[in-house]
Structure formats: C-alpha cells, structure tokens
C-alpha cells in the first residue's frame, strides 16, 4: 500500500500578532502562535470566536489587519480543508481530491516552469526547480496509485470518483472529504471540523491519520473523544478579548487546568469582593459614627468640664481618623475583576401533547434516490422511543429519514406519520430555509411568533442584530444550526429527528442540547456519530443500516 505519509519534513508555521475584523467587529487581537513538527493542535471556542478566520489567515487564504506570518523553511506547503464543502459544478470526484491536495495547481506550476526552461527564459532553471520540489512534497508522483488505494478502502468505487461532486450525497460526500485529507502531504495541514458526518469506521481512520502524522497539524473540532485521541495542545479563543491562550497537554489536560483555572478565578474575586464590601461597610459605619459625634458636640450645652469636652472631641477625631484609614485602605484594596461569563445558549424544548402510541410508521418502503435505493423495508417508532439510526457514510440514513417523514416519495409501500405528531427535524446539511431569505423572516414564518418575539429568542441563541436581517445562506453553519434549534424552543413538538445534530455547534452548545434531550420525553430519532452524545443521551432502540450491494442495505435492530 503507498504510505499516506512522506517522510517528515521539519517544517514550522508560526503567526505573530495577528489582529483581524470582520464586518468592523474585533475577531482577532494580537494572536501569536507557532506550529512545529509533530505539533497537534485543537482550536477551541464558542462560535463566533475566530476558530475558522485563524485557519484561514494561517492557510493564507485570508489577509489579516496586522500581524504576520512565517514559514521554515519558506517553501513549506500548507493546505487548509474547510468546514463546508464546496462542491464545483463539473467537477469530479477525482479532480475534487487532485485539487484540494494541492496536486491539480502543483502539476500546472511544474508544466509552466517546464515550458520556460525550454524556451530557456532567464531564471526559469530556479523556478522549474522549486517547482519540481513543490510538485514532489505534495506526492504527485505517486497521486494516482496512492488515490487508488485510499478510495478503495474507503468504499469509493470507480463509478463515484467520475461522478460530479455536486450531486454526491451527504456520506458520499464525508468520504470525499476524508479521502482529500489520507491523502494530503502538505507540510503544514489545517482542518475545520474534520469530523463532521464521518461514520465511526471514518473517525477512526482520521484519528489515526492526525496521531501517526509528524508534520503540524492544527484542527478545529467540537468531537470531545475526537480531541481527546489525538491533540497534544489546545488553543483557546476567547470571544470577550478576542486573544488565545495556548494549553499544553491533551484535551483532558485542558480540561482540568480550564477548570482549575476557574475556579481560583472566582474564589480570587469572591475573596477580593469580600474584603471590599468589609472594608466599605466599615468606613460607612466609622464615617457616621464620627459625623454623629460631631453633631451632637454642637448641639451639646457648653460644658464647663472642659476635659470631658476635649475627651468627647478627640473620641470624635479619633474615629473620623480611623474611616480615614479604612477608605485609605480600601482604595489601595488591589482590584480583581470578576470572570467574564460570555453568552451561553439556554436551551428547551417545547414539547407538543403527547401523540398516540405509534408515531411513525414504513411498511414495505421502497424508496430510489437517483441510483442509490433502499427497501423494500418495514419500520415503526412508538412513542417515547428514543432510537439511535445508525450505519456507515453513504448507507442511506439521511434518505430513510426522509422517507418516513414523507419528504420523499415512496416507488412502492406505505408511509404513515400519526394524526397529534409534530415533528422537528433538523436537517443533515441544515438547508432548511430559503437560502435568499431574510433570517428573521424565515423564523417568523416558521415559529409562528411575531417579530419582537422572534428577534428577542434568536438573541438568546446568539443570533442579534447583526444576524437576523442577513439572508439565511450568508449565515454560517453554526448560525444556522443555532436558529433552527431556536424553533424547537418556538414551537411545541412531539417527535424529534436530529440528523447531526452537534454539527456546526460550540462545545458549550453541544453540552446545552445533551442536557435539554436528556429532558425531553417525546420521541427522539438521532442520526449521530458523536461518541459523548450518544453516551449522555439514555437511546432506548438502535436501528443498523447496513450496505448489502448496491441498491439494497439492510436494516436490522440491535438486541
């Protein structure tokens, strides 16, 4: 098998003082950081932080306000794989993948350096050179046996790598976008959220992939077990100062000095607002007491013992002396701000009345989505089930999720949803609205709420001023997410179905919704792979849909 890694390179990419804005808004301020080799770094931080625009300024495909960046040695490669895929019309699966490793502009570079040399224009020796380095580094050589191997085991058949990328489906479309990073051999590798819609078999070769890696590498993840397997450092993004502090260590590591972190954080400023509030109701006290010993000294007939007087004035002094010392003392009190708190998504689900004892019902289903088929098959889901649909890429999960909706049309069988269920469903590739149309207006039309209630939920799941006029596909897949969870909140329902739904979100966003479906009693449908969901959220039934030639997976229920 051709290795999926060259041997090393000891290459490092370091960013100094990068600062950036977007839309006028601060996202980055002063960041510094540097990738050396053998280096596995996870960027975390809530949506919103700057995880994305840091890759992007590191790849170069983003230019940052100030700040810079090194490469050693300077021809050194980095590749970036994006969060979304961008699917190009007419493009196949196997042009796709030459692209995105950086084979497709590598084998172009080294022709036109080829061309000059033998028209021997001046310098073209150089260029053809490094040219020929670049096309080397980036495994040209050896591309077309090395993509034979890697599609093949990943279930990528011939038939696939000549079909256009964009009518591939979801979990077609997840093995592409792992194939594109087994076989990248950039000296430097950045990856926004890898494992997103990866089946079990796929994480489990990503893993590997990023742990026996010896060149840098940094991903942005929200896959807790995923971080844990393979990170050795953390850098986290802080949204309220828009800088990074580097952890070393695991995602364990970070974990428990995060938290540790926190903690003496607030003990410093509970001992610090004590102390403060001490010493104020004390000068409060001193003051009065001396302001009374003055007034009544005034009122006081005179008094013919003046040593009685003098002793009641030098009390007097005495105390105002002493509030002196004690708001001396208070104001030389060092400060301790208190720790931010940033915005966290409060999340519930509404639930609708109970419906009746079955929800949803296939009975000899045949379904066809261009050439891919399932059924025929029968399957029914009771109330309160809570069923875990599982399978790997491309066994048709998001199809049979859709057929017993009835957002597709059935060949031949029954589909049948009870009278009482409402369903919310949220979406693999999260394109549940209008993509030209307004967020808030999307919302509205769905939520049933009017525009201040709708304006004022979306804020509590961070979608504010600047995100509710924007039209839905200028959001990003976070946002997006965000606002279709917030429907669930809008409206009542009775009959969930989450295809992905940790996709997209923050790690703080993953945790709110693990503990609002471990509060939900209706009836749950989870198309996951996220290891810590599955484990937090009690499923009662697990559906496999597993491949059995190509037109027919079979779907059995674990005992």
């Known amino acids: 098998m051709p290795a999926l890694h060259p041997s090393p390179v000891a290459a490092t990419l370091r960013a100094i003082g990068i600062s950036h804005s977007l839309g006028g808004h601060p996202v980055l301020d002063d960041v510094s950081v540097s990738l050396g ?13 700057g995880k994305s625009t840091l890759l992007r300024v590191l790849g170069g495909l983003l230019v940052p306000d100030e700040g810079a960046l090194e490469r050693s040695p300077p021809t050194a490669t980095v590749g970036y794989l994006a969060q979304e895929h961008e699917r190009r019309p007419d493009e196949t699966v196997a042009e796709h993948l030459r692209r995105v490793t950086g ?28 040219a020929l380095e670049r096309w080397t580094g980036l495994g040209a050589s050896d591309f077309e046996a090395r993509l034979v191997e890697v599609t093949a085991r990943l279930g990528l058949s011939d038939a696939v790598l000549a079909r256009d990328v964009a009518v591939l489906s979801g979990g077609q479309m997840a093995r592409t976008a792992l194939a594109g990073i087994l076989l ?67 995602w364990s590591a970070y974990v428990a000095e995060r938290e540790a972190d926190r903690r003496h954080a607030e003990e410093a400023y509970g001992t610090y607002a004590a102390r403060r509030r001490s010493l104020s109701d004390r000068a409060q006290r001193e003051r009065q007491w001396a302001t009374s010993g003055a007034g009544k000294e005034k009122r006081r007939p005179r008094d013919h013992d003046t040593a009685q007087r003098d002793f009641r004035i030098n009390r007097t002094e005495q105390l105002a002396s002493r509030a002196r010392r004690t708001e001396r003392a208070l104001e030389r009190l060092e400060v301790v701000d208190k720790p931010w708190e940033g915005w966290q998504l409060r999340f519930e689900i509404a639930e609708a009345p109970r ?6 019902r296939l009975a000899g289903a045949v379904v066809e989505r261009g050439s891919f088929g399932l059924g025929p098959l029968d399957l029914e889901v009771g109330w309160g089930d809570r069923v875990l649909l599982a399978g790997p890429n491309g066994s048709g999960k998001t199809t049979l999720v859709l057929a017993l909706l009835g957002r597709l049309p059935l060949v031949s069988g029954e589909c049948w949803l009870g009278p009482s269920v409402v369903v919310g469903e949220l979406g693999q590739r999260r394109e549940r609205w209008d993509p030209t149309t307004p967020l808030i207006d999307a919302f509205l039309g769905e939520s049933g709420l009017d525009r201040s209630e709708g304006r004022s939920l979306l804020a509590k799941f961070g979608l504010g001023a600047a995100e509710v006029p924007r039209p ?31 996709n997209h979100l923050d790690l703080p966003a993953v945790e709110q919704l693990e503990a609002a479906l471990c509060g939900y009693t209706g009836t749950l449908l989870v198309v996951s792979h996220d290891r810590r969901l599955l484990e937090t959220i009690d499923v009662t039934r697990t559906l496999d849909l597993a491949p059995s030639g190509e037109r027919s997976p079979v779907l059995t229920e674990r005992a």
């Open 103 to 130: 084979v497709t502009d590598a084998d172009t570079e080294l022709q036109a350096t080829a061309d000059a040399l033998a028209a021997a224009a001046p310098g073209s020796s150089d260029r053809y050179a490094d």
């Open 355 to 360: 419906a009746g004892s079955v929800v949803a």
């Open 37 to 49: 080799p053998d280096t596995r770094m996870g960027v975390i931080g809530p949506n919103g932080a």
């Open 472 to 502: 839905v596909g200028q959001l990003s897949p976070g946002e997006r997410t965000r606002a279709e969870l917030a429907c669930f909140q809008a409206r009542g329902v009775n009959f969930l179905v989450l295809d992905e739904p940790t």
């Open 184 to 250: 990248s051999r950039h000296d430097v590798l950045l990856l926004d959220e890898p494992t997103n819609d990866l089946d079990f078999a796929g994480l489990e070769l990503l893993e590997s992939f990023v742990r026996d890696r010896a060149q840098p590498t940094m991903l942005v993840s929200h896959d807790r077990a995923f971080l844990d397997r393979t990170v050795d450092h953390v850098l986290e993004l802080d949204e309220h100062t828009h800088r990074a502090r580097l952890y070393r260590g695991g």
